[in-house]
């Protein structure tokens, strides 16, 4: 079984940081993608951010030069520092991973709820 824990979440003011971490647990091979998501009220989940495991990232245009994905391979965790935070980043943030184990599948964590106050 294979688990994605979530972390880091919480209310701040526009303007300020969060750090999400997200660990990988369970009977794992290897993983390849790990990513972020965030879905708001009301609207569809969407990409914040991915990174392979050679360390080629991609974000979503609209958190480009605030937020910066990484992760360690060792720890099997990946990060999203959030900077800049603005209330239209208010959401739940999901991690998302694709994992070998026999086969490579493809996990969500339970969610993290990120709020900025304007």
């Known amino acids: 079984q294979v688990q994605l824990a979530e972390s880091g979440g919480g209310l701040v003011q526009a303007g300020g940081s969060l750090r999400l971490s997200c660990a990988a647990s369970g009977s794992i091979f290897s993983i390849n993608t790990m990513g972020w998501f965030r879905q708001a009220p009301g609207q569809q989940r969407v990409l914040v951010a991915t990174?392979?495991?050679?360390?080629?990232?991609n974000y979503a245009d609209s958190v480009k030069g605030r937020f910066t994905i990484s992760r360690d391979n060792a720890k099997n965790t990946v990060y999203l520092q959030m900077n800049s935070l603005k209330p239209e980043d208010t959401a739940v943030y999901y991690c998302?991973?694709?994992?070998?184990?026999?086969?490579?599948?493809?996990?969500w964590g339970q969610g993290t709820q990120v709020t900025v106050s304007s």
């Open positions: 990174i392979t495991r050679a360390g080629s990232t």
């Open positions: 998302n991973a694709d994992i070998r184990r026999s086969i490579l599948s493809n996990y």
